[in-house]
Nanobody, 121 residues
Framework: QVQVVESGGGLVQPGGSLTLSCTATGSIENINRVRWYRQAPGKQREFVAQLGAGGQTSYAAFVNNRFLVTKDSARATAYLNMGGLRPDDSAVYIC???????????????WGQGTRVTVSS
């Protein structure tokens, strides 16, 4: 398992934007696959977005073209750029990475600790 640190959560007004980051620590050659989940109080964890190793993306229906998943393997970091935020987007967002780790060039999985997003005026 690879260690992953999340950041970027906070308070944002409805309609605002926020970018979350998810960084794998250690000697990382490449970020292969990125997944973002979220969990709101009293609700089950739900899938938000995925960026595949080949660059393909997929999103939950509720995203409705508002979010964008990207990665910067040189920084060993994945991002979730969120716009048009609504109060029901408030949740703890959790990233899940597959990363190629040096020197063995093995693909390892890691989970972020979660970062809280609150959308409120």
């Amino acid at each position: 398992q690879v260690q992953v640190v999340e950041s970027g959560g906070g308070l944002v007004q409805p309609g605002g934007s926020l970018t979350l980051s998810c960084t794998a620590t250690g000697s990382i050659e490449n970020i292969n696959r990125v997944r973002w989940y979220r969990q709101a109080p009293g609700k089950q964890r739900e899938f938000v977005a995925q960026l595949g190793a080949g660059g393909q993306t997929s999103y939950a229906a509720f995203v409705n073209n508002r979010f964008l998943v990207t990665k910067d393997s040189a920084r060993a970091t994945a991002y979730l750029n969120m716009g048009g935020l609504r109060p029901d987007d408030s949740a703890v967002y959790i990233c899940n990475l597959l990363a190629t780790v040096k020197p063995a060039w093995m693909i390892e999985e890691g989970w972020g600790q979660g970062t809280r997003v609150t959308v409120s005026s």
